[in-house]
């Protein structure tokens, strides 16, 4: 049994390293398969797995959303009108009845509030579900500025680091089926960065470049490590959540996701993500200066 788990593990290595190589260290193996070639015949050794990778993701999903039932069970006792005004905000209005039930009862329940959120956010961000910018305008309407850009930066780091696991554990065939020439580029580009990896996934949260749920699933099939991916994701959605938060202090003005953010606000994210990725800068250039 032992030995087929580790000839499953051989198939499914990631996309530039060694079977032996482990994204949560970012330790690879001595040889490097990772061809274009190599990497389009990897759909037909991952297709057997595929089905079973869906089973056991339909299964997590499963215990997530059984784990999320619990916690909106022991959420105070709702109206009728209340209770259909909790759901994951689709648009600005959403948002608004869903704030109007949350800060009625922000003080009185405080720790369900907050859990539920909590819970809500990590579980959007682990399984790809949209929703999660309109939580993040909420955040800043319901708590003060430095719990909900603290609150939100974690939710971020925890939820896209559970979809970053479960890329690891069952996503790999859908990565190199469906997503097998985006991942080759990616994997150049952070083969390139590889020294200074925080800053670029810093930079990349920031950019509207790469969408999130790509990055989240396919930095564990290309090699990048765990902790990198979490501290770059943390510090890296700090600048974009600020924008989102401080427009929540004015959600009822809003009438919709895109009035968060203004031309400054842009000007200013573009200006974050050029510091964020000026020390590689630098350091590349001194390091051809003194080679």
């Not at 759909?43 to 057997?48: D, I, V």
């Amino acid at each position: 049994m032992a030995k087929g788990r580790v000839a499953e593990r051989t198939q499914t290595g990631p996309l530039h390293s060694t079977p032996a190589g482990d994204p949560a260290t970012g330790t690879r193996g001595s040889t490097t398969p990772g061809s274009r070639d190599h990497l389009k015949d990897k759909p037909c050794a991952e297709a057997g797995s595929a089905r079973m990778s869906l089973l056991i993701l339909v299964s997590i999903f499963l215990c997530a959303a059984f784990v999320m039932f619990l916690v909106y069970k022991n959420f105070p006792q709702l109206s009728e009108e209340e209770r259909a005004n909790m759901k994951v905000p689709r648009d600005m209005d959403d948002a608004k009845a869903l704030g109007k039930v949350l800060s009625k009862y922000k003080d009185t329940f405080y720790v369900q509030v907050l859990v539920a959120y909590f819970a809500t956010y990590i579980f959007l961000q682990t399984f790809a579900i949209p929703g999660s910018i309109f939580l993040s305008i909420l955040s800043g309407f319901l708590y003060p500025f430095p719990l909900a850009l603290f609150l939100v930066c974690l939710c971020s780091g925890l939820g896209a680091s559970f979809c970053y696991m479960l890329s690891y554990l069952v996503g790999r065939p859908v990565v190199y089926k469906y997503l097998t020439e985006k991942a080759v580029k990616w994997s150049q580009q952070v083969e390139r960065h590889r020294e200074h990896l925080i800053n670029y996934i810093i930079f990349l949260r920031i950019t509207p470049f790469l969408p999130n749920w790509f990055i989240n699933i396919t930095s564990p099939v290309i090699n990048v490590p765990l902790k990198v991916f979490f501290i770059g994701t943390f510090l890296g959605v700090a600048p974009p959540s600020f924008v989102a938060i401080k427009a929540g202090t004015t959600l009822y003005q809003l009438t919709t996701a895109g009035e968060a953010v203004s031309w400054n606000s842009v000007f200013i994210l573009m200006v974050l993500a050029l510091l964020s990725i000026l020390p590689a800068i630098f350091q590349k250039k001194l390091k051809q200066k003194f080679e």
